[in-house]
């Protein structure tokens, strides 16, 4: 049986992993606006991955007895000003997730709740994972500047992104 305190966090969680669906899928519908097709295809795969994010903690919390609540989730930003802001915005948000996850996973730590430990280890791999993804945006949209080229390039390779 899982805790009321590790419940509510973990429902906190659900909300933080469907809010990053939804910034993600603001951002892709701007993409796609700026005749970006392939940075919104990446944007939307990612949005696609954090609601699953959200089920396996929706999964874990009714596998363990445990009563899921759902919260009203926030409306996104819907503009930005530069495709560098948008993917910035990208590694903040990734970086505020890990630092969630790895709270949740002090809490599991100091409640010995083991069953949670071993979920949250997935995550804090993926968060690695997510992190470094996004700096390579960062880091691949910065030095192309206004290379017009390059950024079509760019939204090429981004276009062959499969699902995991
Ligand atoms: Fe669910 Fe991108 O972290």
Known sequence: ???TSMQKSLNEQINKELYSAYLYLSMSAWFDNNNLPGFAK?????????YEHAMKFFGHIADRGGKVELKAIAGP???WKSNLEVVEQVLEHEQFVTASINSLYDQAL???DYPAQVMLQWFIDEQVEEEKNASELVHLVSVLGKNETGLVMLDQRLAQRESD
Do not use: R, Y
């Open 77 to 79: 930003q819907v503009d």
């Open 42 to 50: 990446w944007m939307h795969m990612q949005a696609e991955e954090e």
């Open 110 to 112: 100091s409640e010995k």
């Open 1 to 3: 049986m899982i805790s």
